[in-house]
């Protein structure tokens, strides 16, 4: 993805003087940018699927498979698949910036955003729109 670019230097101690006495080593920004990136990954995927249960009879009994017998309907399917998004995408995106800085303002911008439509999608008022 673009906007990371290679670790300089943040200047923190120009913002905050008293972080120089720290002396504390910099460390880049993507970890933490993919983090929160992923985790709206997750909750995004996790709206997704509950609107998608809702719209198509064979995505609702495939999430209902998954859920193995237990007696929890298609909520297992659902978050199976929505940890599956959150941990591959924290995995890909970690491994991309791990040594990267961005602006970390914007990606959690994204992330939140991410976060703002999951939750959405898993309002019953906005889901039900798009039952059969």
Do not use: C, Q, Y
């Not at 230097?9 to 990136?37: F, I, Q, S, T, W």
């Not at 995927?45 to 007696?71: K, N, Q």
């Amino acid at each position: 993805m673009s906007g990371m670019r290679e670790v300089t230097n943040h200047h923190d101690a120009e913002r905050a003087p008293e972080l120089a006495e720290l002396h504390l080593r910099e460390k880049p920004d993507g970890p933490g940018a993919a983090a929160m990136v992923a985790a709206g990954i997750g909750i995004f995927v996790l709206g997704l699927m509950t609107v998608l249960s809702e719209a198509s009879v064979p995505i609702h009994d495939f999430l209902e498979r998954l859920a193995f017998g237990r007696g929890v309907g298609p909520l297992a399917g659902k978050t199976i698949i929505a940890v599956a998004a959150w941990a591959a995408s924290w995995a890909i995106l970690g491994a991309a910036w791990r040594r990267k800085d961005g602006n970390i303002r914007g990606w959690f911008a994204v992330g939140l955003v991410l976060g703002i439509l999951g939750a959405l999608g898993t309002f019953p008022p906005f889901f039900l729109l798009f039952g059969e």
